[in-house]
Antibody
Framework: QVQLLESGPGLVKPSETLSLTCTVS??????????WSWIRQSAGKGLEWIGR???????DYNPSLKSRVTISIDTSRNQFSLELYFVTAADTAVYYC?????????????????WGQGALVTVSS | DIQMTQSPSSLSASVGDRVTITCRAS??????LNWYQQSPGKAPKLLIY???RLQSGVPSRFTGSGSGTAFTLTISSLLPEDLATYYC?????????FGGGTKVEIK
């Protein structure tokens, strides 16, 4: 059963860059028809999808964050990463990484499974 | 963006009760709808995908139905371990979006 684990600083100063890494274990990040997503959860905005990447490096971003986000992948380390630039207090949230599963059920459907345990990131000086 | 609206935002029910949660999409999303359960202090967990397909390992008391703009998640007989917040999520179009959640409490 694949597992995901987020890591990175829990405190970031305003205007700086939030950096998180998701390590995938018990399976290869290149196996199957998967993308790899970042999702955050804050009290104010609920669950918000940030973006995703596939093993070839193709990305999709939420337009609301696109100008401040980069998602990258390191297949040799079985990891993918999130960078969010110029953070403010509004970026304080629990950040989750998740596997974005694609399957053909007549048409192509996708869903998030599994999720990492989440990493709380607080933006404060 | 496709807006997802859940109702109610919270409910309280007794063990053994039938519980129904509604999710509405701001436009037609066919059956591109997933349901997640988030127990207190935990990450969300997939329950239902493609509107009505039960994820492996999820108890059969959970069922999903609907298509187009209206969807429901039903718990046929509530158990204490079902205490959680439930979220719907559309996968019809990016940006992928979630409902605001329904918190289920046990009386």
């Amino acid at each position: 059963q694949v597992q995901l684990l987020e890591s990175g600083p829990g405190l970031v100063k305003p205007s700086e860059t939030l950096s998180l890494t998701c390590t995938v274990s018990r399976d290869s990040i290149t196996s199957g028809d998967f993308y790899w997503s970042w999702i955050r959860q804050s009290a104010g905005k609920g669950l918000e999808w940030i973006g995703r990447i596939n093993p070839s490096g193709s990305t999709d971003y939420n337009p609301s964050l696109k100008s401040r986000v980069t998602i990258s992948i390191d297949t040799s380390r079985n990891q993918f990463s999130l960078e969010l630039y110029f953070v403010t207090a509004a970026d304080t949230a629990v950040y989750y990484c998740a596997r974005d599963v694609f399957a053909i059920l007549g048409l192509v459907h996708n869903w998030f499974d599994p999720w990492g345990q989440g990493a709380l990131v607080t933006v404060s000086s | 963006d496709i807006q997802m609206t859940q109702s109610p935002s919270s409910l309280s029910a007794s063990v053994g009760d039938r519980v129904t949660i509604t999710c509405r999409a701001s436009q037609n999303i066919d059956k591109y709808l997933n349901w997640y359960q988030q127990s207190p202090g935990k990450a969300p967990k997939l329950l239902i995908y493609a509107a009505s397909r039960l994820q492996s390992g999820v108890p059969s008391r959970f069922t999903g139905s609907g298509s187009g703009t209206a969807f429901t998640l039903t718990i046929s007989s509530l158990l204490p371990e079902d205490l959680a917040t439930y979220y719907c999520q559309q996968s019809y179009r990016t940006p992928l979006t979630f409902g605001g959640g329904t918190k289920v409490e046990i009386k």
